[in-house]
Nanobody, 125 residues
Framework: QVQLVESGGGLVQAGGSLSLSCAAS????????MGWFRQAPGKEREFVAG????????VYADSVRGRFTISRDNAKNTVYLKMNSLKPEDTAVYFC??????????????????WGQGTQVTVSS
């Protein structure tokens, strides 16, 4: 059973930056495709960014491309989400997710088997 723990959320003004981290308990972290999702109140969970096993292939939602960067450090069992130029519409609970069933990033939440508890990101206008 893989445990994922997110950290780094908080309150920031529009235009600011935040960095999220997701630490995994699994020693074979390098075998997992990782993703970040978010869920705003009253909305469905949506894909934000995904990362392949090697970290060389990334996928982003159109709404965050060019502002967010996903990366991983397999030696530290950690995936990161660097968020720049934040907007009020980025306000949501952010979740990291992991899957063994893919080798490249995937946008569908149903393709991920393990989820963290989430971390709140609030962007004020």
């Amino acid at each position: 059973q893989v445990q994922l723990v997110e950290s780094g959320g908080g309150l920031v003004q529009a235009g600011g930056s935040l960095s999220l981290s997701c630490a995994a308990s699994e020693r074979t972290f390098g075998r997992f495709v990782m993703g970040w999702f978010r869920q705003a109140p009253g909305k469905e969970r949506e894909f934000v960014a995904g990362l392949s096993l090697s970290g060389l292939s990334t996928v982003y939602a159109d709404s965050v491309r060019g502002r967010f960067t996903i990366s991983r450090d397999n030696a530290k069992n950690t995936v990161y989400l660097k968020m720049n130029s934040l907007k009020p519409e980025d306000t949501a609970v952010y979740f990291c997710a992991a899957t063994l069933r893919r080798s490249v990033a995937t946008k569908a939440p149903g393709n991920y088997d393990y989820w963290g508890q989430g971390t709140q990101v609030t962007v004020s206008s």
